[in-house]
């Protein structure tokens, strides 16, 4: 058995572990795998999302890779994206289904209303245009009690303004928010209420269990929106 599939086998049957013990496990086997090698498999079966490392000699076994996080593109009304692309070919927005919170909340509500993220300054423009486009019910920055209202109905759209230096990706002519993103804004912004409370430490906590999340980019974006130390606060505690 190579050092990779040991340390693998070893891993699935401790699901945390710390180096000493699987140092004391090699030894018994009378593997001949040098400090060195095992490090550098270590790091690699952490870059790889096969290994978590949780402190400084604490690892745990991660029972499927993590991924990069992506919204259900298949939410996102096309006739909506093309009408901003059309309409403001210039500016930078992000479009995205409040469905795609669902996957990481304990409590799990009926969340279906499309959001639209532009610069403050086009946000009321944006609205105006929407609401003469289509039938749609047009929220521009809600307050919580117009989201309550709101919240289950497939017809509305929240239009609100996209702060500076937000982590996106680029999709097609449009952005949509990347996971550091929402596990800032979810804490910021009144549209995302239901997530108050405990709710928001069950959603760190499968957000990161499923997906990677660049701590450095979080911790950037959370400062921007002086939420670091909640969100320093959350990560410690969910870790």
């Not at 993590?66 to 901003?84: G, H, P, R, Y």
């Not at 209303?113 to 929220?139: T, W």
């Not at 949509?176 to 929402?182: A, L």
């Amino acid at each position: 058995m190579n050092l990779q599939s040991t340390i693998f086998e070893f891993a699935k049957e401790n699901s945390s572990f710390h180096l000493g013990k699987l140092l004391v496990h090699l030894f018994k086997s009378k593997s001949k795998f040098t400090f060195s090698a095992i490090s550098k498999e270590i790091n690699k079966m952490i870059s790889e999302q096969v290994l978590d490392k949780l402190d400084d000699d604490q690892f745990k076994f991660l029972k499927r890779p993590k991924l990069d996080f992506e919204v259900d593109q298949a939410l996102i009304s096309t006739q909506i994206c093309s009408f901003l692309h059309n309409e403001f070919p210039f500016a930078k927005i992000c479009v995205w289904n409040a469905q795609d919170l669902v996957q990481f909340m304990q409590h799990i509500p009926s969340i279906n209303f499309l959001i639209v993220e532009i610069d403050k300054d086009a946000a009321a423009s944006v609205a105006e245009r929407l609401h003469r486009f289509n039938s749609k019910i047009i929220l521009k920055n809600p307050s919580q009690s117009e989201i309550n209202r709101f919240i289950t109905s497939k017809d509305v759209v929240v239009v609100k303004n996209l702060v500076s230096q937000s982590p996106l990706s680029r999709q097609k002519n449009l952005f949509t928010p990347k996971i550091e993103k929402i596990l800032v804004d979810i804490l910021c912004d009144d549209v995302f209420f239901m997530l108050n409370g405990m709710e928001s430490e069950h959603f760190y906590q499968n957000a990161l269990a499923s997906y990677i999340v660049d701590e450095r980019k979080l911790k950037r974006y959370a400062s921007r929106r002086n939420k670091l130390h909640e969100v320093e606060s959350l990560l410690e505690r969910c870790r």
